[in-house]
């Protein structure tokens, strides 16, 4: 992704969770999954709970 060479965590994060929500809207489940999961590992290595929270809770509904 774009944001890659920075070190900016949350603004990865952010990006890939836009990311996942566009390609789930196009009906690509496993690539949203799989980038949500990305964006998840950015807010976790930042430790921003919040955001964690909320893209684990959106990553348990995709996967459920």
Do not use: F, M
């Not at 789930?24 to 709970?49: F, I, M, P």
Request: proline fraction near 2%; aromatic fraction near 4%.
């Amino acid at each position: 992704a774009i944001t890659e060479p920075t070190d900016a965590l949350n603004w990865q994060g952010d990006a890939l969770s836009d990311v996942a929500a566009v390609v789930h809207a196009a009906g690509w489940h496993d690539e949203a999954v799989a980038t949500l999961a990305q964006a998840l590992d950015r807010y976790e290595r930042k430790r921003n709970l919040a955001q964690a929270r909320q893209v684990s809770a959106r990553l348990a509904e995709l996967r459920a």
